[in-house]
């Protein structure tokens, strides 16, 4: 049942583990078959808006934080995001042509139900994206999108950040359409490549022994960067905010590039840095900015697809071979490492995984 661990050690780890079932339920209903139908309507026409601002909090803001690349990169329709506890006090101006939407798990979080109700009115139109269906911001909303996740006990999200990325990344698609700017080729290749996820979530899942080795590892450290480029950028945010949530180790997430305005001051041998990078356009620019780690000493996680010395992997200190995944929803795959990086390092270390010091599932104070 929902509320059990079956035969799992933490609600985490079977968390952790459904998500390629859940992950290809949802796709069945936001994807299109086929014959071009959805099981699901979403009832949204992005044709008759300008920009979307997405609010949210924690991971579910990761969430749409990665969507962005999507939406702006396949619908080209501009993307704001912000968390809620600052878009609720900014005054934000929006207008009819602006859709909101307000991405949460629980439905239940006060600064993202109070930035909805900043919005219910002036903007075009309030979507929302939950898991809980029967929460105050579905309730509220102009219009409430399930995530389909099931029910996630523990405290740190795992297959509701799955979820929540797979219904963005239709919706993105679903945009594409309706803007007018896929054909029926580059339709059917993206939707491909999405319905593919669940599979590749699976390959991923199967690597986990090479990630409980690296976390072995990494539980000796007091900190650790996360690096990514594009859609992969916010993810090493996520890979952060993972492993300080449940193993208390400090982490950071930075994008690959800003590397050399900051973070780079900190390399020495201890401070491994987890690099996120699928072998994509953008990978050669990576590789640099792992030599320029290693130079300094400084210790590579490699998580990748890319394999062997001429692919940039030499001199890395630990490597995580990810399956073979193109295109842009790499991202999502790319997940479940990192939260299998946090959970093993936190077992490793022996805190309480479901139920990290001082945080709450669901956070319904400001
Ligand atoms: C808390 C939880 C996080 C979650 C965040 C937003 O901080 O510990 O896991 O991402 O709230 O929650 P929501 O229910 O709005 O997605």
Redesign the pocket.
């Known amino acids: 049942t929902a509320t059990d661990k079956a035969g799992h050690r933490h609600f985490m780890s079977k968390e952790i583990a459904e998500q390629p079932d859940v992950l290809a339920n949802a796709l069945k209903y936001y994807t299109t078959d086929r014959e071009g139908r959805h099981l699901l309507e979403t009832g949204v026409d992005f044709s008759q808006f300008d920009r979307i601002v997405m609010v ?5 803001s990761l969430a749409c934080f990665v969507s962005k690349y999507w939406f702006e990169q396949i619908a080209r329709i501009p993307v704001e995001i912000d968390i809620a506890s600052e878009f609720r006090y900014r005054e934000p101006p929006l207008n009819d042509r602006t859709l909101t939407l307000f991405v ?6 006060a600064d ?1 139900l109070a930035a909805l109700r900043y919005c219910t009115g002036q903007a075009g139109k309030v979507v929302s994206i939950v898991n809980a269906m029967e929460s105050s911001i579905a309730r509220e909303s102009d219009l409430a999108l399930p995530i389909l996740a099931g029910p996630e006990i523990g ?3 795992t297959k ?1 950040f799955t979820c929540q990325l797979a219904v963005l990344a239709s919706l993105s698609l679903q945009a594409a359409r309706q803007r007018g700017l896929l054909d029926e080729a580059g339709d059917r290749e993206l939707t491909d490549q999405l319905r593919r996820v669940p599979g590749q979530v699976t390959e991923a899942l199967a690597i986990a022994p090479q990630v409980q080795a690296v976390s072995a590892q990494l539980a000796r450290y007091e900190d650790v960067l996360f690096l990514g480029r594009g859609a992969l950028y916010p993810l090493a945010l996520e890979g952060a905010l993972k492993l300080k949530e449940i193993s208390y180790i400090h982490a950071e997430g930075y994008a690959s590039g800003e590397l050399k305005h900051g973070p780079i001051a900190l390399i020495d041998e201890e401070m491994p840095v987890v690099v996120l990078t699928p072998h994509d356009a953008m990978f050669d620019k990576t590789v640099s900015n792992m030599q320029e780690v290693m130079a300094r000493g400084g210790k590579i996680v490699m998580v990748s697809d890319a394999r062997g010395l001429k692919d940039g992997g030499d001199g890395v200190w630990q490597m995580i071979e990810m399956p073979k995944i193109d295109g842009p929803f790499a991202a999502i795959a790319y997940a479940v490492p990192i939260q299998q990086l946090a959970y093993f390092t936190a077992v490793e270390k022996g805190t309480d995984v479901d139920q990290p010091r001082n ?5 319904t104070v400001e």
């Open positions: 949210a909090c924690g991971t579910a949460s798990q629980s439905g239940e979080t993202t405290v740190a999200s509701a945080l709450a599932k669901s956070v």
